[in-house]
Nanobody
Framework: QVQLVESGGGLVQAGASLRLSCAAS?????MGWFRQAPGKQREFVAFIRWMDGSTYYADDSVKGRFTVSGDNARRTVYLQMNNLKPEDTAVYYCAGTTRTTTTRPSEVDYWGQGTQVTVDS
């Protein structure tokens, strides 16, 4: 069983930046991030695939503002979030999978405990 430990959430003003980190205790093929806002379903944000460093983003709502990166040797993934907006407020979950890629919560094998990101307007 792989454990994921996240850090880096917090309360910020709109336009600010935050960086989330997540360290895995074991090997995965892909690591990344989902988020869940109050009353909404958990949604895909971004992933990095370790074998070739490919990255995937949800859509235009985060692309260009969020950057996923990682250190495979340290089994650590990061999410740099710039120009944060109130609609980015959510619990952000680190995710790991033995698949080469996934955007579906049902296909995630390992979850972190979640870290709250709150963006105040």
């Amino acid at each position: 069983q792989v454990q994921l430990v996240e850090s880096g959430g917090g309360l910020v003003q709109a336009g600010a930046s935050l960086r989330l980190s997540c360290a895995a205790s074991g090997r995965t093929l892909t690591m990344g991030w989902f988020r869940q806002a109050p009353g909404k379903q958990r949604e895909f944000v971004a992933f990095i695939r370790w074998m070739d460093g490919s990255t995937y983003y949800a859509d235009d709502s985060v692309k260009g503002r969020f950057t996923v990166s990682g250190d495979n040797a340290r089994r650590t993934v990061y999410l740099q979030m710039n120009n944060l907006k109130p609609e980015d407020t959510a619990v952000y979950y680190c995710a790991g999978t033995t698949r080469t890629t996934t955007t579906r919560p049902s296909e995630v094998d390992y979850w972190g405990q979640g870290t709250q990101v709150t963006v105040d307007s």
